[in-house]
């Protein structure tokens, strides 16, 4: 298994202000990824995070709002740029330590935009 | 991505087996099932993966008939604990992109 961290586990922040949330994995994982959840629906990928380049955003995502850094491979962070009401979501990261579809999740960072 | 279909929720009582289907009626051959459990304000955990037949672990069985169109999950005397919600994720060993669906709000009761 993998032990994953969020910082911070949860804000109250205003819009137009942006916001970084950092992922701390407890071993060196090659793939990592960053979801958004809104309250009571399903989890949407947001982007996936490889050590040492760019990180790939799914449709619906760009890297000028969600920047994504990823200096090695137990760390990532996710910023919330120009955050309006609508971003008020958990972000959660993930990991996969071995191929196949068994995934480990952090606890998630309540984000709400006022 | 092959899609899931799931019932969007479900009732049970204390002691009870459950059974949750999940419809994937264009599962590609090298796909496998996988079923997540996410409780509130927690981020998702894995349950169980399986291929074809029947995998069983220490908290769940997953059941996969022949044609691979569908799977059950099946959570063996259910405890309030267990009200979460569930999800059927299908894909490749090796494309670790997961793509969840609306997933099954379990409620378990007294």
């Known amino acids: 298994s993998a032990v994953i961290s969020q910082k911070p586990s949860r804000d109250i922040c205003q819009r137009g202000t942006s916001l970084t949330i950092q992922c701390q994995v407890d071993s060196q994982v090659t793939m990592m990824f960053w979801y958004r959840q809104q309250p009571g629906q399903s989890l949407t990928l947001i982007a996936t995070a490889n050590q040492g380049s760019e990180a790939t955003y799914e449709s619906g995502f760009v890297i000028d709002k969600f920047p994504i850094s990823r200096p090695n491979l137990t760390f990532s962070t996710l910023t919330v740029s120009n955050m309006s009401p609508e971003d008020s979501s958990i972000y959660l990261c993930?990991?996969?330590?071995?191929?196949?579809?068994?995934?480990?999740f952090g606890p998630g960072t309540r984000l709400t935009v006022t | 991505l092959a899609k899931t279909t799931q019932p969007i929720s479900m009732d049970s009582y204390e002691g009870q087996e459950v059974n949750i289907t999940c419809s994937h009626n264009?599962?590609?051959?090298?796909?496998?099932i996988t079923w997540y459990q996410q409780f509130p304000s927690q981020g998702p955990r894995f349950i169980i993966q399986g291929y074809k037949t029947k995998v069983t672990n220490e908290v769940a069985s997953l059941f996969i008939p022949a044609d691979r169109k569908s799977s059950t999950l099946s959570l063996p005397r259910v405890s309030l604990s267990d009200t979460a919600v569930y999800y059927c994720?299908?894909?490749?060993?090796?494309?670790?992109?997961?793509?969840f669906g609306t997933g099954t709000r379990l409620l378990v009761s007294p």
């Open positions: 993930s990991v996969n330590r071995e191929q196949g579809m068994e995934q480990y």
């Open positions: 994720l299908v894909g490749y060993t090796g494309f670790q992109k997961l793509v």
């Open positions: 264009n599962i590609a051959t090298n796909d496998y």
